[in-house]
């Protein structure tokens, strides 16, 4: 693979049902964002990790948790999706912080019924 | 609070030229960021401005001013595969990027 992949591509889940979402990059990059992209919104991150092994909370972090274990994989957790969850999720990587050009992988689209 | 304001909505012909304002309201300022975006894809970079002026990238210029905190894309020869959202990110004096909502350019022949 090159660059940023997400899976799944698009899911509809049950309100309660847990849910997590894969982001992997193969680009070595240090940093790793989740993002939640709605109509009429701007991005706004969920979840960032600035290396493996350290995590920190955006601006909507509630109800998502994410881990990195390891520099490629960065996934988020829904534990108990609401319907307010549906959205688009962006996963995106850069190579140290928020100065440098952000990847972005091809979205996961969400829909919590 | 802090926010990135530009327009909602842009309307331009095939071959012609437009400009995309952003005005931020940040606490502090360590650049600003122009993304692409088409429907139902990624966000892709377009250019980063740390500086006062003009940096041309091809059909591409981005403008930054400080002073004013004002930035604006220019698209040159509008082909309509520039039919997209085009966002705008500042970052602030903590390095957090503050995005705005995105401003989606229709291209009509």
């Known amino acids: 693979i090159a660059g940023i992949t997400q899976a799944p591509t698009s899911q509809i889940l049950a309100a309660g049902r847990r849910m997590t979402l894969r982001c992997t990059q193969d680009?070595?990059?240090?940093?790793m964002y989740w993002y939640r992209q709605d109509l009429g919104l701007g991005l706004r991150l969920i979840h960032y990790?600035?290396?493996?092994?350290?995590?920190g909370k955006g601006e909507v972090p509630d109800g998502y948790s994410v881990s990195r274990a390891n520099t490629d994989d960065f996934p988020l957790t829904l534990a108990s999706a609401v319907p307010s969850q549906t959205s688009v999720y962006f996963c995106?990587?850069?190579?140290?912080?928020?100065?440098?050009?952000?990847?972005f992988g091809p979205g996961t689209r969400l829909t919590v019924l | 609070g802090q926010n990135i304001d530009q327009p909602t909505e842009m309307t331009a012909t095939e071959g012609a030229i437009v400009q995309i304002n952003c005005t931020y309201q940040?606490?502090?300022?360590?650049?600003l960021f122009w993304y692409q975006q088409h429907a139902g894809e990624a966000p892709t970079f377009l250019s980063y401005?740390?500086l006062d002026g003009l940096e041309e990238k091809g059909r591409f210029s981005s403008f930054l001013s400080r002073s004013k905190g004002y930035s604006y894309l220019l698209l040159k020869e509008l082909q309509m595969k520039d039919s997209a959202s085009y966002l705008c990110?500042?970052?602030?004096?903590?390095?957090?990027?503050?995005w705005g909502a995105g401003t989606k350019l229709i291209i009509k022949p």
């Open positions: 990110a500042g970052l602030d004096s903590n390095y957090q990027l503050i």
């Open positions: 995106a990587s850069s190579l140290t912080g928020n100065t440098d050009t952000q990847y």
């Open positions: 680009m070595r990059h240090n940093a």
């Open positions: 990790s600035n290396t493996a092994g350290t995590t």
């Open positions: 940040t606490s502090g300022f360590n650049g």
């Open positions: 401005n740390v």
